[in-house]
């Protein structure tokens, strides 16, 4: 199992949110790039770094504090998200250094646009966002919860081509209180051969081995360690 420290950036800076809700926000450090670079120097290898000013505007904000993240700490495999919109935005993404982008929005509201990057940049660079709360599809942000089925989602999208799939549920993200487990076993149960990510929750060495043992193919954690409740040497033993 992949572990992948997070790193959300609002203004520049390293914070975190509770549930998405951007009024929940705490800053942990002025510096992401130096954030990456305690990752990298502890034997992690990679990074999700998520734009959330960019989220909101529906454009690429950061784009300076991810070149700087993957300028400096450029043993990190890093995957970006957040306003993920158009053209420019994804080209801006790759050229400061991003390998990987996670695009939900856009694979909500503009079907065509995303199976063109899947296609353009292949199934090994583009990650299907798959946030959800109550099992529906959450976007811009978090801030608009659509009618369309997770479930559904993902197996179209499967059908498309998609390898790799990020799946939060937001009820559970930044609560500290274990992640959504029976939500990623029916996951890796209906789509086995999908490459799941799994976000929100994780608190504790328990929470990432029940992770590993459902069988998910990665594990982002934010808060848990920015709290103190796991530590980089914690987690020697899944690298």
Known sequence: MQII?????IDGKCVRLSQGQYSAKTIYDESPSDVAMRFQDAGLKRLHVVDLDGAKAKRVVNYKALEQITR??????????????????????FECGARQITVGSVAVKNRDLFLHWLGKHGAEAMILGADARDERIAVSGWEEVTELSLMEFLAEYETQGVQYVLCTDISKDGMMQGSANDLYRRIRDERPNLHLIASGGVSSLKDLEELESIGVWGAI???????????????KRFL
């Open 5 to 9: 420290p997070a790193i959300d950036i």
């Open 72 to 93: 400096r700490a450029d043993g990190l495999h890093v995957d970006f998200g957040g306003g993920i919109q158009s053209d420019d935005d994804i080209r801006i993404a």
């Open 221 to 235: 954690i934010g808060k848990a360690l920015y709290e103190g409740a796991l530590t980089v040497q914690d987690l």
